[in-house]
């Protein structure tokens, strides 16, 4: 007999989701934090709350920067988390950077502040979206790893608050003093979406020799009481030495693009071989030599 409903039938068409495993969901977790953090910190902006808006960015750069090491380590990388990690830090370090900077005093120049918010905000997503492409271009040379193009997002957004700090540490926030961070802002902006290397540092970190293992961590220790005792202390003289530190990147990105360049040359060329007359090809049609693979490539 026929019923018009019958379960079992439809039960075995239904879709059967895979189970996920925890170690690929935390790292995505911690993302998560990391975006409600940077959503907070607009809120305190709006409320006038500044010295929490401004920690919750530095907590939510704390998380961008574990959240990928945790990855790795737990083998629990995917593209879900990658587009993820890069709509998170679009809004935390791009959007609530220029939002907390038009609050506090960027408009006070009107139209001028907002476009630099704005711009601001703009070049985070333009930086985030070259360096997803970025990643899957196959000619980049092997030293390039060890670079940014670009100053990185995170690093963008505690860079460019360096006005709010100079303001909390006493700087009177007179009018050439809103000016001169909106120019600031801007310089900031700019060299994010530049060709500029910037040492990122992803290769350090990974091992810990045993001897070092007590002082990393009272330096950890030492690093974190500050930044809670002094936070506009630490966070100015982290920025300083941070934009000092720029020209020494790109001084060493160019040695080793010199130094790769200097191997390729001193490669031989294989020499072609002469073909036989019995080979595949007669001898009157030439045998193009074989590429080079330590070619130099377009260094990005």
Not at 17 to 45: E, K, S, Y
Not at 71 to 80: D, H, I, Q, V
Not at 82 to 89: F, G, I, P
Request: glycine share 6%; net charge positive; hydrophobic share 55%.
């Amino acid at each position: 007999m026929f019923q018009p409903f019958d379960p079992d039938r439809y039960e075995a068409r239904r879709a059967r989701f895979r189970a996920i495993p925890v170690r690929t969901l935390l790292p995505n977790l911690i993302t998560l934090l990391a975006l409600c953090a940077g959503l907070t910190g607009i809120r305190m902006a709006v409320e006038g709350k500044l010295e929490y808006a401004l920690a919750a960015i530095v907590f939510a750069a704390a998380l961008d920067g574990i959240d990928g090491r945790v990855a790795r380590m737990l083998k629990g990388t995917s593209r879900f988390g990658a587009e993820l990690d890069s709509l998170a830090d679009f809004v935390n370090f791009g959007v609530a950077p220029g939002l907390i900077l038009y609050f506090w005093g960027l408009h006070e120049l009107k139209s001028a502040g907002w476009i630099a918010a704005m711009v601001f905000a703009i070049c985070a997503a333009l930086r985030l979206a070259r360096f997803n492409v970025a990643i899957e271009d196959p000619n980049r040379p092997a030293f390039a790893a060890n670079f940014f193009v670009g100053m990185p997002a995170p690093a963008g957004a505690i860079t460019v608050l360096l006005p709010i700090y100079l303001s909390f540490l006493g700087v009177p926030r007179v009018g050439w003093f809103v000016s001169v961070t909106l120019v600031y802002t801007l310089a900031i902006a700019f060299i994010m979406v530049s060709r500029l290397p910037v040492f990122s540092g992803k290769k350090l970190g990974k091992r810990v020799p045993t001897e070092m293992v007590l002082p990393v961590f009272i330096l950890v220790v030492l690093f974190v009481a500050l930044l809670i005792s002094y936070p506009w202390e630490v966070l100015t003289a982290g920025t300083l030495m941070y934009l000092a530190s720029l020209p020494f990147g790109v001084l060493s990105y160019r040695r080793l693009a010199r130094e790769a360049a200097g191997v390729s040359a001193d490669q031989p060329s294989s020499p072609v071989q002469p073909t036989a007359p019995h080979a595949e090809h007669p001898p009157s049609t030439p045998v193009a030599p074989a590429a080079d693979p330590e070619r130099p490539t377009r260094l990005n």
